[in-house]
């Protein structure tokens, strides 16, 4: 009975503390974006990036503006805590460089091997179109890494471990893109295990710069780059290096290479490389007698 009632406890400390979260975002994202957000629509049809750029810095302010209030007021400790501390920032962010190029790049090239990628040679890219794709992506990257780890991640940890910490805002991760899954399951699997990847990154490096780096670059590459789709959505309409043909199963259908089996594949791969380099790094930290 005792168990029951702390299991319940932690339960309830989780669910209050998340839902708090959320709640101080919607408010703080109300006055900006969602009391107007038709009238958004209509002029983002015109103007297209720039407003896209104006919603998500919106919604990356605003949710660490409530990550800030949560740590501050409710747990009172520094905010950069979430995942923000210096420690190994040029490290973790080359190397997430360095990871999600080659999730990507083996993806395709394992797709193209398969022939259900075929690549293009007649376009070329527009720098700014580029710049203000990137901006955009790399905005909406750390809102969704601040969302889906950092403060929930680190309250679920908190009352359980890390393993339920990751499966849990992997689930998360998976809801967050619900509107774009359009009733198929592979994309939903890889965008969980998209978000356990990012969580093992995250936990392994107790920062955001691994994840963040790692999440965008993939966005990067695959959709302001190789003008590929990104979940279901295409980021720019002005060239297409790679083509996608062949059974869903392999090109992902409507979702893009996201929804692929290669992509499901490659990135349970990664997964494992992460964990292995992990359990490497910490036994080659532990000192030896002499």
């Known amino acids: 009975m005792k168990n029951l009632k702390i299991i319940l406890l932690r ?3 989780v669910f209050w503390k998340s839902g708090l979260f959320f709640l101080f975002w919607g408010i703080l ?4 974006i969602l009391a107007f957000s038709d009238k958004l629509e209509g002029i983002g049809n015109i103007y297209g990036i720039p407003v896209k750029i104006y919603i998500e810095l919106i919604a990356m302010l605003t949710i660490l503006c409530s990550a800030w209030i949560m740590v501050s007021f409710f747990d009172q400790r520094p905010f950069v805590s979430i995942g923000f501390m210096r420690d190994h920032l040029i490290r973790d962010i080359l ?3 360095g990871i999600g190029a080659a999730w990507l790049l083996l993806s395709i090239v394992v797709s193209l091997i398969l022939r259900s ?3 293009h040679s007649t376009h070329s890219l527009v720098g700014l179109t580029l710049l203000f794709s990137g901006t955009a992506v790399l905005l909406n990257t750390v809102t969704q890494e601040v969302l889906s780890r950092s403060y929930i991640f680190q309250t ?4 359980t471990n890390a393993v339920w910490a990751v499966i849990l805002t992997s689930i998360l991760f998976v809801l967050l893109h619900a509107s774009a899954l359009q009733s198929t399951w592979l994309p939903a699997v890889n965008i969980f295990f998209a978000g356990i990847l990012f969580g093992v990154a995250y936990y392994v490096s107790k920062n955001l710069w691994l994840p963040i780096s790692i999440h965008f670059i993939w966005n990067f590459l695959l959709g302001s780059v190789f003008g590929l789709a990104v979940s279901g959505r295409n980021l720019v309409d002005s060239w297409k290096f790679f083509s996608l043909k062949g059974p869903s199963l392999l090109t992902g259908g409507s979702f893009g290479l996201e929804g692929s089996i290669v992509v499901t594949a490659v990135t349970i791969l990664f ?3 992460l964990l292995m380099w992990y359990k490497f790094y910490n036994k080659s930290q532990i000192p030896t007698d002499k």
Do not use: D, H, K, R
Request: without cysteine.
């Open 156 to 159: 679920i940890e908190s009352q």
């Open 11 to 13: 339960i309830w400390t």
């Open 271 to 273: 997964i494992a490389g």
């Open 117 to 119: 990628a075929v690549l």
């Open 95 to 97: 190397l997430g460089i």
């Open 29 to 32: 994202l109300t006055p900006f």
